[in-house]
């Protein structure tokens, strides 16, 4: 629960008894809050729950503005495919609203718990400020292409909504997906509203040994390149979770055509490698651990990048950064995402890891490195001058007192 | 002429005009710059043609870099720009005004880079919509998003404006499909935004882009998704005694778990409109019809038949039609897709685009059909079932200067139902001038307030498109 999320929040920030923690308990007062905080120029720390406050660039704030007691499922239409609620729901809650219609959230948003060391409930508002996404990415977009619309208060303290409930608008300019992945920082999330979509019947898993990283990719690229709609496509070197290598191709839907297709699937890969087949409860379990980068939680003193790149450029980027850094990784999206585990010594490969990413027009994020580490280095890609000067000027839009959040993402914003 | 205002042209700039076409010349070859009246007015409208304003001149650049020297210049002298794709908006998103620069990206119409591996391609601005899925059929991919325009319709312009299409329902709409676009700002500064990778790093600037109406900036070239197409597809038409069986059978589908590709909906008006037109054997004798399409292997298709066809049963359906062959597959969308050009053969007409929550259908439709009589008017609907996006369309003549403005008053009221059911304004054509005023019934002052905000951060001066979206009254 909240409180209990706060107080690890509580022990890699601030001394406790000076920290003030605002939990409005309603958007009125969330209003208020800020408004007051944009008079006295006073940053706020925004958080749900507090599970990815380690996300992000070190930030220290005395107060900090929680949604935890906005909560509540406002609005769940099954036939209409979309749910609502206020900021602060837990997501178990949500995903158990729409478990109970046979519904999920479309873009598998992973948990980022066991990774950060965090505990506490993860909330909607969370997931959306975070543009949290799973492997299912690939085929049913990020957590960006779901969220329809949002309510939110920006940094004047005014009552803002954007989007609405349909899946078809485009009235006006997106600040609802503007709002996805800013992590507070341009507004504080009162209400969200996602399309949803049912749950798939079943699911079944290609496992192919003992491919390269390269042949992986090129087996994953084949796979996703088929008709099949693989909705999940991941590579474990060695030593990864197992001895050997595994590509992981994963398919969902009905019981008939996830047969059929795990069978021409397995024919169409044919020529990398035979294929094991993985039932609906190993797929699930396997996949959660992608989901969750489980195989890289330990050791806990490691330091972890996200690395977004084109699929193809991933096995050179591997080629270079795994020797440099005496990394482990893995691929998920096909190869389009590289989890690594490297030391959190020195700059944690800040340089050389942004410097690939770069050189492949990729970019990539500091996970999980001391706060040290996270106050001292880029977490998030440089990114070119121009691009800057636009991110300030969009963040001077919607917070001109910058007391949402500041510095989470760029030093300055 | 019309109700729709447009800002008052700066005098100045008309006044300069010559001065202006001189210093386009120098920053563009020869042949870049339209400069003859006659010439002019074959841009002084697109879809919206009831309304047209001829700008002061048009260009026509062939690069990313001539759109930065132009940009750079405009802005510069304090001219306002018109960005246009190939001008099929139906809200006036690219008809220009009289102190406007049209900057036309219709000539950078290169398909730029396919990646297969990558299951991307990159094409400059001015490619049609259906040239992309043209560009990868060869290896069975296509390009998701697909307005019934997309013969003629521009990548640039579906970006401005979000275009959705028939197959939204599983594959989503433009934003949901691009992964990044090469963008000039207002100042010419070239910039990229996103790329071949599946997220980007920083602030979503490229989902503001999308669907900014070129307000944001003259988006230039685009990386888009391309998909693998489906083993097959198969359209099939089932015919119900109303409306409301028709929309009650489309929520049942979706409540039962599936989702097929499309979903497509029309009324009795509507189908004699497109049956004249296509003869793609639609069914005359029903109120209501769905053109229900699936997706897959045989056996699969089948077995998602075979459950909509039960689900359909239950919701009294008179007449199911399956498409038998790839001829009768393509008529019956060419019916569907021609639409909006088969109705203007029998008359004049505004094609309302509100998106309402798909349980409020039939009250809609309801309603719809009073507030045109109500103004004397005939209406036929055809529109997007599956995701609640209403395409109403108004027929009249527009000779008949009283009649236009039963029509427009007409759809005004249909669109502030849209809002009152729960939904929005428009689904996919994007609000242009058409909607501009009616901004205020969907969104409060703050709301309105915080976009144009965000607009400025990009476009301090408003030269951007600017009599487009926003109320002029509610600007600062």
Excluded at chain 1, 388 to 411: C, F, N, W
Aim: glycine share 10%; aromatic share 6%; charged share 20%.
């Amino acid at each position: 629960m909240p409180g209990a999320d706060l107080s690890s929040f509580d022990a890699t920030t601030v001394p406790e008894a000076s920290m003030t923690t605002h939990k409005p308990q309603n958007e009125a007062e969330a209003a208020c809050v800020i408004a007051d905080a944009a008079a006295r120029r006073i940053p706020l720390s925004i958080l749900g729950s507090g599970t990815k406050r380690a996300l992000g660039r070190f930030t220290q704030t005395q107060d900090v503005l929680s949604s935890a007691a906005l909560a509540g499922i406002t609005l769940h239409e099954p036939a209409e495919l979309v749910i609502a609620a206020r900021a602060g729901t837990p997501l178990a809650e949500v995903e158990r609203k729409l478990g109970e219609a046979r519904q999920q959230l479309p873009f598998e948003p992973m948990d980022y718990r066991a990774l950060l060391g965090t505990s506490g409930e993860p909330t909607i508002g969370g997931v959306a400020a975070t543009n949290l996404s799973g492997p299912r990415r690939i085929k049913s977009g990020a957590c960006r292409d779901s969220f329809l619309g949002a309510r939110f208060v920006n940094g004047r303290g005014e009552v803002v909504k954007s989007g609405g409930r349909v899946m078809k608008n485009v009235t006006g300019l997106d600040l609802t997906r503007l709002m996805a992945g800013a992590f507070g920082t341009l507004g504080f999330l009162t209400e969200v509203t996602f399309k949803v979509v049912p749950s798939p019947e079943t699911q079944a898993t290609l496992v192919l040994e003992g491919l390269s990283d390269r042949r992986a990719v090129a087996a994953l690229s084949a796979g996703l390149g088929s008709p099949f709609e693989v909705s999940g496509a991941a590579h474990l070197p060695a030593g990864i979770g197992a001895a050997g290598a595994r590509t992981l191709l994963r398919l969902e839907g009905f019981e008939s055509a996830v047969g059929y297709r795990t069978k021409a699937l397995a024919e169409a890969l044919r020529d990398f490698s035979a294929a094991r087949v993985l039932d609906a409860q190993e797929s699930e379990a396997l996949w959660r651990e992608v989901r969750d980068v489980t195989f890289l939680v330990s050791p806990r003193d490691t330091a972890i990048w996200r690395i977004s790149v084109a699929p193809s450029k991933a096995p050179a980027l591997i080629d270079t950064l795994g020797a440099e850094l005496s990394a482990r990784w893995f691929l998920d999206w096909g190869g389009g995402l590289i989890w690594l585990a490297c030391g959190a010594e020195g700059d944690a490969g800040a340089l050389p890891v942004h410097e690939a990413a770069r050189l492949e027009e990729g970019h990539a994020l500091l996970v999980r490195a001391p706060d040290a580490v996270r106050a001292a280095v880029d977490v998030f890609q440089p990114q070119p001058e121009p691009i800057m000067k636009l991110t300030r000027a969009v963040k001077q839009s919607l917070d001109p007192a910058a007391v949402l959040e500041p510095g989470r993402i760029y030093a300055g914003v | 002429m019309s109700e729709i205002a447009f800002p008052a042209p700066d005098r100045k700039i008309l006044a300069r005009r010559d001065e202006i076409i001189a210093g386009l010349r120098r920053v563009l070859p020869e042949g870049g710059v339209i400069e003859k009246l006659d010439e002019r007015r074959a841009f002084e409208t697109d879809a919206l043609t009831a309304y047209r304003q001829v700008p002061l001149a048009v260009v026509l650049p062939r690069s990313t870099e001539e759109v930065s020297a132009v940009m750079a210049y405009l802005h510069a002298q304090g001219v306002p720009v018109t960005p246009r794709g190939a001008g099929t908006s139906l809200s006036g998103g690219a008809i220009p005004q009289e102190d406007s620069v049209v900057v036309c990206v219709a000539k950078m119409s290169r398909v730029l880079e396919v990646d297969f591996a990558n299951r991307v391609a990159r094409v400059e601005a001015g490619v049609t919509n259906l040239a992309i899925s043209a560009a990868v059929a060869h290896e069975g991919f296509f390009y998701a998003p697909d307005p019934s325009s997309q013969l003629a319709c521009s990548i640039g312009g579906n970006i401005g404006m979000n275009s959705g299409g028939a197959h939204c329902l599983k594959y989503g709409v433009t934003t949901n499909n691009l992964l990044g676009v090469r963008l000039v700002l207002v100042d010419g500064t070239i910039i990229d935004l996103g790329g071949a990778a599946l997220d980007a790093p920083g602030y979503d600037l490229l989902a503001l882009v999308c669907g900014a109406e070129g307000q944001l900036g003259i988006v230039t070239e685009a990386t888009v998704r391309i998909l693998r197409s489906a083993e097959g597809a198969r359209p099939v038409l089932f015919g119900f005694p109303s409306s409301e069986a028709a929309g009650a059978a489309v929520a049942a589908i979706i409540g039962d778990g599936i989702i097929p590709v499309a979903m497509e909906f029309m009324d009795a008006p509507a189908i004699r409109i497109c049956e004249d037109f296509a003869h793609a054997g639609y069914p005359l004798d029903v109120e209501a019809m769905l053109i229900i399409e699936v997706e897959g292997s045989e056996a699969e298709m089948e077995a998602e038949l075979g459950k909509i066809i039960a689900i359909a049963e239950r919701h009294g359906v008179t007449v199911i039609k399956e498409s038998k062959s790839a001829m009768e597959t393509a008529l019956i969308w060419k019916g569907r897709k021609s639409a909006f050009g088969a109705t203007g053969r029998v008359a004049d007409y505004i094609c309302m685009d509100g998106t309402v929550p798909t349980g409020q259908l039939p009250h809609v439709l309801r309603r719809t059909s009073e507030i045109v009589a109500s103004h004397g008017l005939r209406v036929a609907n055809v529109f997007h079932a599956g995701d609640g996006n209403m395409h109403p369309l108004i027929l009249y003549n527009v000779n008949d200067p009283q009649e236009q403005r039963k029509a427009e008053e007409a759809g005004a009221d249909i669109l502030k139902l849209c809002v009152e059911a729960g939904g929005c304004l428009t689904g996919e054509h994007g609000v242009g001038i058409e909607k501009r005023d009616l901004m205020g019934c969907q969104f409060s002052k703050a709301d309105l307030d915080q976009q144009m905000r965000v607009r400025q951060a990009f476009d301090p001066a408003w030269l951007l498109n600017p009599a487009k979206v926003f109320p002029l009254d509610a600007r600062s």
